[in-house]
């Protein structure tokens, strides 16, 4: 039975740099900001043609109002999950196994089955476990001490997923 020890601490910032990129993924802030940016071309040709009306001003607190929520999920709230979880400034202790993952912290001792998770994916800096809607497990690719050990997470990983990542 393969299995792999982690341990690390996240480093000031870099779990709400990953959540960040968790709701960017989630919220599709791209499509999003492409559809504001469109309906705001929308309301300036409106406005430029035919002067100002209730709907270009119904447009414009619109897009305003959808982007200071866009920018509130993706900049702020972040910062403020990452600021309210103690245990993110713990250090990590995690074991991963073919039967599921030992969770250790000075508060937290738990073994999680695989099956408590329901997606993963990765990025150039993380390797993230989706359990939930909203929650997530965050690995930084700097705990592992070498690229044998990211391979065997992989491994791990694509025997209870398949080899595909899965957006959240």
């Known amino acids: 039975m393969e299995s792999l020890s982690l341990s690390f601490s996240y480093q000031p910032g870099e779990y709400a740099r990953a959540l960040r990129r968790v709701q960017i993924s989630k919220l599709r802030a791209v499509r999003d ?35 200071l929520l866009l920018g509130f999920g ?22 991963f196994s073919d039967e599921g993952v030992h969770f250790r912290t000075t508060g937290i001792d738990s073994n999680l089955s695989w099956s408590l998770y329901s997606s993963w994916r990765q990025d150039s800096d993380f390797v993230y476990l989706f359990h939930g ?4 497990t965050i690995l930084p690719r ?27």
């Not at 910062?79 to 074991?95: D, F, G, H, T």
């Not at 592992?144 to 791990?156: C, G, H």
């Open 33 to 67: 900001a492409v559809i504001a940016a469109s309906v705001l071309g929308l309301a300036a040709f409106l406005w430029f043609f035919n002067g100002y009306s209730w709907v270009v001003g119904v447009m414009l607190v619109s897009i305003l109002f959808f982007c």
């Open 74 to 95: 993706v900049f702020v709230v972040p910062v403020l999950v990452s600021r309210s979880q103690p245990k993110l400034r713990e250090p990590y202790n995690l074991r």
């Open 133 to 136: 809607p909203r929650d997530v």
């Open 142 to 168: 700097r705990a592992f001490s070498n690229a044998d050990d990211e391979a065997l997470l992989l491994r791990l990983i694509n025997r209870r997923f398949g080899s595909r990542s899965a957006a959240a």
